[in-house]
């Protein structure tokens, strides 16, 4: 920083003991130098305000991590579809296809509009989202002959006070793979997941 005297100096010899030392006295020049350290103390504030602060973010519920992204996985194995119930659980509600010969392939994603197989028409569903849950199990063995059974097809298993589930409805079974349409509360997490002779399909309470 280049300062520029506006007054003279006024200058003192003082004598400590041992040869004359120059003192300069300047006033002009200390208030100049209290200014801009003034000026530095402001800017410094200032930075302060703009800079990012860290800001700490609340842990996922339950630690579910899931996303309500599609969720899909090819056979390996094959077999008829021969139960479906539904479970609550802490943190979310369950919906298990019970399979033989352990079938693991599944296609699972939340959709405007749950379609019947082969000819498309909307499968009313209640809630505010809805989950497309096809199986790769069908519900008939290989003579045709059925292997799931139900008694109304739009309340395939009952989940009234269920946190998360608001109605399950058959959507058909049609070349090898079975349907349904899952109404939960809203677009939640899910996972799907195979245990031995079961397809399980998790949707979180919460995000």
């Not at 008829?80 to 352990?102: K, T």
């Not at 749950?114 to 096809?134: I, K």
């Not at 989940?159 to 058909?172: D, I, K, L, M, S």
Request: proline share 5%; aromatic share 10%; net charge positive.
């Amino acid at each position: 920083m280049n300062l520029r005297l506006t007054q003279p100096l006024e200058v003192r010899h003082v004598y400590i003991g041992k040869p004359y030392f120059t003192v300069i006295q300047k006033e002009s020049m200390t208030m100049m130098l209290r200014r801009a350290g003034l000026l530095l103390a402001v800017m410094a504030a200032a930075v302060g305000v703009v800079l990012p602060t860290s800001v700490a973010t609340a842990d996922p519920y339950c630690g579910i991590t899931w996303g309500s992204g599609l969720k899909t996985a090819s056979s390996t194995a094959w077999g008829p579809m021969v139960g479906l119930r539904a479970g609550r659980h802490d943190c979310y509600d369950r919906l298990v296809f019970d399979v033989d010969n352990s079938a693991n392939g599944y296609w699972v994603s939340y959709v405007d509009t749950v379609t019947y197989d082969g000819s498309g028409t909307p499968v009313p569903l209640r809630g505010g989202a809805r989950l497309s849950v096809a199986v790769h199990a069908p519900a008939y063995d290989d003579s045709g002959a059925e292997t799931y059974t139900f008694a109304n097809k739009s309340e395939l298993v009952n989940v009234n006070g269920y946190q998360t589930f608001r109605q399950v409805a058959w959507a058909g079974s049609f070349e090898g793979a079975t349907t349904v349409g899952l109404g939960v509360r809203a677009r939640l997490p899910f996972r799907v997941h195979t245990l031995p002779g079961r397809i399980v399909i998790d949707v979180a309470h919460h995000w």
